[in-house]
Each structure stands twice: as structure tokens, then as C-alpha cells.
């Protein structure tokens, strides 16, 4: 029997009603705060950013594609990874059917990450996506907008993620079996050690360019990331939500099914 508050259709309306009332106000907060996003002020960047592309070395105005917006994933999946981060591959699985609209309304969306190209095209592959995936591998664009940090930072607590600061890596596993953390079963998923697995970060930057200067105009990260997870909006829809009390659920989506 349903433990959950059951009531008759009046009852359902009414509170459905009430309950619109803050859609409509959480509503109008968003378009709020989309207009706060778009008026933050713009950073000229100069350094040379370099990336490698299906296309050869590209400058991150390259990455443009001819548009005038630019909006970057920031994917987990740095040079030690042997697949990309579960959490980001939930994510960039939303991005197949929206990339072609972007496209027409002069936003080019890529994502960035710091592995080989050949190994992020091959996961590329195995995934079935067909957005671009620029690399990073050689150069400071990943470091410079907060996503990545050196085995150094880490040990010094000089990490900056998420406009604050974090405190020196200490890694206790709770070791075996199910107790192992989501932390450490992620990373094992990528082939490589929580220390590795932490170095890189999720993120999104947007950027944009006007008579041939780039500018950066936004980034967000780690909570900030959800509004563009495509699976979260259904969820918090659904009866039970997102129902993440024993951590997080997903995977890939060619591993569900596996033992």
C-alpha cells in the first residue's frame, strides 16, 4: 500500500493550482536571471588558445564555425582517461538533436577535453554523437577556465573550482563492494584513480566574437551544469523525481543491462 498522500481530483487541482503559482514565479525568476546572464560583463581574451579538431589545429575563434556564439562543454576526460566521465556522457547525450537548432540560430555548441583527439573520437564513435569535440591535450584553455588543475594543486589545496577554493586532496576509500564511493566507481569506469579522475572538472563557458576579437561572457559549473542535463527536467517531473537518496544511478547508455 502507498505510503504517499492520496486525495480525490478537487483536491489534486487545488493544490496543482497552487503549486503553479510558484512554476509561474520560479518561471519568471529564470528569465530574470538569463537576462543577468547576458548583461555580465565581457573579457577580451588574447592568448592564443590552440586546439585540435577533425579539421586540424584551430584557433579557439575557429571553433566558431563561422557563428558568432560559442558555447563549450567543459567534458571530464583527461589525457590518463580511457572513456569519458558517466556524469558527462549523461549529459552529452542531449546534445545530438539540439546542436542543428543552435546551428541555425548562430550558436555553435562543442565540447572541449583534455584527452587525445583520436581517443575523444573514438568515444565519440562508441557513443553515437556527432557534435564537434575539440582537444585541449597541449595547451592552457581547460586550466585557464577552472576545469583542470595540476597534480600540484591538488596537494597544495590551490584548486579553484566553482569560484572557491578547496582544501588539499585526501583521498580515504571506503574500499570494497558497494561501499566503495561514487567518487571511486566513477573513476574506476574511466580507467583511472580518484586523484586522476578529480583533476578534471564539468563546466560550460560561453564565449563570443565581434569584428574578429573573442570574448568570454559566462561559465558555470558543477551544480550550475544541471540546467543543460537534459534527463533532469523529466525526472523532476516524474513521480518519485530524481530519487538519487543512494547516490547516483546512471551510466553510459551502452552499459545499462550490464552486470
Given at each position: 500500500m502507498t505510503m504517499h498522500q492520496t486525495?480525490?481530483?478537487?483536491?489534486?487541482?487545488a493544490a496543482r493550482i497552487a503549486l503553479l503559482e510558484k512554476e509561474k514565479e520560479l518561471?519568471?525568476?529564470?528569465?530574470e536571471l538569463a537576462r543577468q546572464r547576458q548583461q555580465l560583463p565581457w573579457v577580451r581574451i588574447d592568448k592564443a588558445f590552440r586546439f585540435e579538431?577533425?579539421?586540424?589545429?584551430?584557433s579557439l575563434a575557429d571553433l566558431f564555425r563561422g557563428r558568432s556564439q560559442l558555447l563549450v562543454y567543459h567534458f571530464m576526460f583527461g589525457p590518463d582517461?580511457?572513456?569519458?566521465?558517466?556524469?558527462?556522457?549523461?549529459?552529452a547525450d542531449g546534445f545530438n538533436g539540439i546542436t542543428v537548432h543552435l546551428a541555425n540560430h548562430d550558436v555553435t555548441l562543442t565540447a572541449v577535453s583534455r584527452a587525445p583527439l583520436a581517443r575523444l573520437l573514438a568515444y565519440r564513435e562508441?557513443?553515437?554523437?556527432?557534435?564537434?569535440?575539440a582537444s585541449c591535450s597541449d595547451g592552457a584553455f581547460n586550466f585557464d577556465f577552472n576545469v583542470s588543475f595540476t597534480e600540484q594543486q591538488q596537494r597544495d589545496g590551490s584548486i579553484e573550482y566553482n569560484f572557491q577554493r578547496e582544501p588539499a586532496f585526501v583521498w580515504r576509500s571506503r574500499l570494497e563492494g558497494d561501499s566503495a564511493s561514487v567518487t571511486e566507481r566513477f573513476a574506476a569506469t574511466t580507467g583511472t584513480d580518484v586523484a586522476?579522475?578529480?583533476?578534471?572538472?564539468?563546466?560550460v563557458s560561453a564565449f563570443i566574437i565581434e569584428d574578429g576579437v573573442v570574448y568570454h561572457t559566462y561559465s558555470t559549473y558543477a551544480r550550475?551544469?544541471?540546467g543543460i542535463w537534459?534527463?533532469?527536467p523529466w525526472l523532476d517531473r516524474a513521480p518519485k523525481g530524481r530519487n538519487e537518496a543512494n547516490g547516483p544511478w546512471w551510466r553510459r547508455h551502452d552499459e545499462y543491462g550490464q552486470s
Open positions: 486525495g480525490s481530483r478537487d483536491e489534486w487541482l518561471t519568471r525568476l529564470s528569465d579538431t577533425e579539421e586540424g589545429t584551430a582517461y580511457k572513456a569519458g566521465c558517466p556524469s558527462c556522457s549523461a549529459i562508441r557513443m553515437g554523437w556527432r557534435f564537434p569535440w586522476s579522475y578529480t583533476r578534471e572538472r564539468p563546466g550550475g551544469v544541471d537534459s534527463m533532469y
